[in-house]
């Protein structure tokens, strides 16, 4: 079953991308239906609202210097409406999410950001779908992500011109002018229309103090102008401020304030409360700060219309900040509160029913209802009013416990699955019948205990389905609870068709190897005591007989190990640093005395030069991304027979490497081959050969220290921001192909090394991928349970490409070395005399 390749790889493929499917997976209520807003004799607050967004306006920039910076708004919101800050629950995670946060309710995760990269983002419901009429003044991409804010009537939409590209100031009023324009030419058809959205962006940076008078100055005479129209003061204005900068750095701060001002009809004003508050003018006169998240703004809004919160908002209606009647805030409560508990009973329904769960079940939501309904008949209104607002956060509990009730079991299982995965491979390692040593097999197991396995295992199996089943449990949650089952019964096949295996006593130089370079995805150091313990060790006979090359290979081991006390290079820009590498570059092959023919010799200079002025002047840089790329497919496609094959390689990935970089990390990798190279040489001297166990430790430890000698996986963020500064430069459609070179150069100049030293390794090479296959999979086992989905951006990417790097290596090990085969392998060089 898994003799060829392409099995074994399907199989290591398959837990990753159980492991994507289980972090993208939604996990949303499904389809819902609106709740029906119960008829009242006594209209809602408020017929229209208004709602003023500006970018990147902070609370403490809206309320500094006892709010002088806004007088305007301030004479407002010192005789009517509430002031407060609008803090969101979760981090950012793109520019629109405080958008759908504000009119939709919804917190987006980092999931469903990823899932709408991979597809076209789903319609949201939002306050514009239960609206009878929306009208925005935004951009393009905010209105794709409402199409229900275009009504079907003859007006025209409008929205930000194509030509209007002048300054934030400009633009806004540009903004105004557009929606004064409107008012004037349509007020007539909107005067006795209810359950109106006015939403004007206002874009731009984020504001200075000084910037902040004209905002407030423009938000104000807009306010005017919609009194001026509507005369009946049947309009509730709202003004806040979209903080939407995806937090990207470790250190964000969650709790990014934004202040709202709320007033206009329908909304109260509360003078003292407990709790915190501002100073509202020169004198000192304080008033309260209310603190919200914007979802609770999102049902404020809901209920000042009189329409029914959207059907996914996790939004809950602060009490006491309604102008109405307490009948009218009690049934505008009830109704945000039967939206929340039909989400939740949707959540509960699609989880199993037998195991317990939330303490909330369907007995207590049923008993709410009822009771609710019955404080309803008998008008005590306050008594609902209370219970229905102490009841709305138990249900935003339930509906965050079932939001990731699979995800814990789901990885279990694809740990168990790992393991069996890694036995499996232990079985395929060597094969007893065909072993040098028979002290390093053992007897797997006895057929009754095989016989007892298998229908243990069938048991079990059978079992669980029966339970999926009748839970109704979703399909792709089956097939990934089923992945353990899958494994063991290959597993159990391959013990029973390999009657001895790698006995632990041999593996524990494997494991050991395999703890240090996973050490290195903690602390960089780790890994470089590994790296030098392991170099020292499968070089000791060296120590016997010293001479000039041994002096030379202990001087770049120790300097390399010395490397990681300093910090990362990769994501540095140090021109200083990368004008030395270029200088390494070219004079290496002079120093070490390496014969070259006078295409490589004419193509590295010409193009290390370009690189050269590129970095002092940079007066040409399409000539220099030009000559890159053709370099690279120079290097990659041209293939010219050397007698020092190993050399040339050397020299050309070296320079397709220097062209990437930023610092010194060039000086790093060439001293680190230059390293392998010697002590490879220095082992053949001696006529020590390297089997595959060796062959593979080689592999996964200069591969792994290659990466952490420069840098971290978090520290490619910060190379991403500067890839406009490498000879490739920056592309959206060729920076993911240099952010993958980045990577694998070194892995294939190391493997060139190897296969130009030992090029008996090629009959080996199943045994190298196995054992890769059982180091990386032990490796990304323990990185499985770091995978995260929430927190800043680069700790979620982070720890995911840590995972999936990990897992694929072997596979990527495999392309490589074909390809070093290739490059410095070929026949005609093998039969060459040793």
């Known amino acids: 079953m898994l003799d060829s390749y392409k099995s074994l790889a399907l199989f290591q493929l398959l837990l990753l991308l159980s492991v994507v499917f289980i972090y993208l997976r939604s996990s949303s209520s499904g389809s819902l239906e609106p709740q029906k807003v119960e008829p009242l004799k006594e209209p809602p607050p408020a017929d229209r609202l208004v709602v003023f967004v500006r970018d990147g306006l902070s609370a403490q920039t809206f309320l500094a210097n006892r709010c002088r910076n806004v007088p305007l708004l301030r004479d407002l919101f010192l005789h009517q409406g509430l002031v407060g800050i609008s803090r969101p629950e979760t981090t950012t995670y793109h520019p629109m999410s ?269 008993s709410f209802l009822k009771n609710s309904l019955g404080l309803q008949k008998q008008h005590r209104f306050k008594a609902l009013l209370e219970y229905s607002c102490n009841f709305m956060p138990v249900l935003v509990k339930a509906m965050d416990y079932f939001k990731d009730y699979y995800r814990k079991i789901l990885v279990i299982a694809v740990s168990l699955a790992e393991i069996a995965w890694l036995y499996c491979l232990r079985c395929l390692l060597l094969d007893g019948r065909k072993s040098r040593n028979q002290m390093e097999i053992q007897e797997v197991t006895s057929s009754r205990r095989l016989v007892f396995f298998r229908g243990f295992h069938r048991l079990l199996t059978g079992l669980l389905v029966i339970f999926m089943l009748l839970e109704r449990i979703p399909l792709l949650v089956q097939a990934i609870l089923l992945m353990p089952s899958l494994y063991w019964k290959v597993t159990l096949k391959i013990v029973s068709q390999r009657p001895k295996i790698v006995i632990l006593k041999s593996l524990i130089s494997t494991a050991l190897l395999t703890l240090i370079c996973l050490g290195g995805f903690f602390r960089r150091y780790v890994l470089a005591v590994g790296y030098l313990g392991f170099a020292g060790f499968n070089n000791r006979e060296a120590f016997r007989k010293r001479g000039m090359q041994f002096y030379l290979w202990l001087l770049l081991l120790l300097g390399l190990t010395g490397i990681s006390v300093f910090p990362e290079s990769l994501g540095c820009s140090q021109p200083g640093a990368l004008i030395f590498s270029i200088l390494l570059t070219l004079l290496r092959p002079l120093a070490c005395g390496v014969y070259l023919n006078l295409v490589t010799w004419l193509s590295n200079i010409l193009v290390l030069l370009v690189a050269l002025e590129y970095i002092m002047i940079r007066s040409l840089p399409g000539i220099t991304y030009m000559l890159s790329w053709i370099y690279f497919g120079y290097v990659v496609l041209w293939q010219r027979r050397n007698l020092q094959a190993s050399e040339l390689v050397f020299f050309n990935l070296s320079t397709l490497y220097t062209l990437i970089c930023t610092s010194y990390e060039s000086v790093v990798i060439q001293m680190l081959a230059m390293e392998l190279q010697l002590g490879l040489r220095m082992k053949l001297e001696r006529n020590e050969s390297i089997g595959p166990k060796t062959a593979s430790h080689y592999i996964l430890v200069y591969s792994w220290y290659s990466f952490f000698v420069i840098g971290s996986f978090p520290a490619f963020d910060d190379f991403l921001d500067i890839l406009h500064e490498t000879c490739f430069g920056h592309s959206t459609l060729t920076y993911g192909l240099v952010m993958i070179m980045k990577l694998v150069l070194p892995w294939l100049l190391v493997l060139c090394i190897l296969a130009g030293n030992y090029r008996n390794l090629a009959s080996q090479e199943r045994q190298i991928f196995v054992r890769l296959l059982l180091m990386s999979s032990s490796m990304s086992l323990v990185l499985l349970h770091r995978v995260t989905s929430v927190g800043p951006w680069r700790e979620i990417l982070s720890r995911f490409a840590e995972f999936a790097v990990v897992h694929i290596f072997p596979l990527v090990w495999l392309l490589l070395w074909r390809l070093a085969q290739h490059k410095v392998g070929s026949k005609w060089m093998s039969q060459l005399p040793e």
């Open 98 to 366: 405080p958008f759908i946060s504000l009119f939709s309710g919804i917190n987006e995760d980092a999931a469903r950001v990823v899932r709408g990269w991979i597809r076209k983002p789903a319609p949201i419901d939002s306050i514009f779908d239960r609206a009878n009429l929306s009208f925005a003044w935004s951009t393009t991409e905010l209105l794709l992500r409402f199409p229900k804010i275009y009504r079907p009537m003859p007006m025209e939409f409008e929205t930000f011109d194509a030509g209007v590209t002048k300054s934030c100031s400009e633009l806004e009023d540009h903004v105004c002018q557009s929606v004064e324009r409107f008012l004037s030419l349509w007020s007539h058809q909107l005067l006795n229309s209810t359950e109106v959205i006015f939403f004007v962006h206002m874009t731009g940076v984020e504001p200075s103090c000084e910037s902040l008078q004209r905002i407030q100055e423009n938000v104000f005479k807009l306010y005017k102008r919609f009194e001026k129209t509507f005369p009946d003061r049947r309009t509730a204005y709202l003004f806040t401020s979209s903080l939407g900068d995806p937090q990207m750095q470790n250190d964000c701060s969650l709790a990014v304030e934004s202040p709202f001002f709320l007033w206009g009809s329908g909304v109260a004003h509360i003078k003292s409360m407990p709790g915190r508050s501002f100073p509202a003018n020169d004198t000192g006169y304080r008033l309260p700060l209310h603190v919200l998240n914007p979802p609770h703004l999102t049902a404020l809004m809901s209920a000042l219309l009189g329409i029914p919160p959207p059907i996914n908002s996790r939004g809950m209606l602060p009490k006491g900040m309604l102008n109405a009647s307490l009948r009218y805030e009690a049934n505008a409560m009830l109704t945000n509160a039967k939206q929340l508990l039909l989400q939740a009973r949707r959540l509960r329904e699609h989880h199993p029913k037998r195991i317990p769960a939330f303490w909330l079940n369907f007995q207590m939501m049923d």
